[in-house]
């Protein structure tokens, strides 16, 4: 089962107006959104380790949403569900109060998987700005910058997905 993803409105008008500030690889996903090929089909074309992120991030900006769902076996197409399905970038609820111990795994993956990918004095803002951090919605503007920077390097791009979802278990 693939999900196809379709322009909105807002999409389109994007396309004409460049007035959302997409990125140049925002922008080039949103123009393969067709309400056609599924994100898999994306995925081959544009060869995007962090194509479900940057999906998630036009679809909560409202540049896209879920148009239909295609069986892969079969190739049937089926109108979108009734109702929405999470979005595939969407944080937790955050936890009132703030889970210290969340955060605190937050802030140490954050660091540490810059570290490794990056290098030791790489992106240092981001780090500093984790551990400054007071709560979770704090820390959560962290996560763009952070997966950016990882997926800028060979090894990060392979294993953007599975970081994403690591640290999106405890942000």
């Known amino acids: 089962m693939g999900v196809v993803f379709a322009k909105t409105q807002k999409g389109h008008e994007e396309l004409t107006a460049k007035s959302g500030g997409l990125t140049p690889r925002q922008r080039r996903v949103l123009i393969m959104v067709d309400g056609k090929r599924t994100v898999d089909e994306l995925r081959e074309m544009l060869q995007a380790d962090d194509l479900q992120h940057t999906l998630g991030l036009l679809e909560e900006s409202g540049f896209i949403e879920i148009g239909a769902v295609k069986d892969a076996a079969t190739g049937a ?32 993956f954050i660091q540490n998987t810059l570290k490794t990918f990056c290098g030791p004095f790489a992106h240092l803002h981001i780090v500093e700005a984790a551990f400054a951090a007071q709560t979770h919605e704090e820390l959560r503007l962290q996560f763009d910058p952070w997966f950016h920077a990882v997926v800028q390097t060979r090894e990060g791009r392979r294993r953007a997905e599975e970081l994403r979802t690591m640290l999106l278990k405890v942000i």
């Open 77 to 108: 197409t089926q109108p979108a569900p009734a109702e929405p399905l999470p979005s595939i970038t969407a944080f937790r609820p955050a936890p009132q109060p703030a889970n210290s111990k969340d955060m605190e795994q937050a802030r140490n």
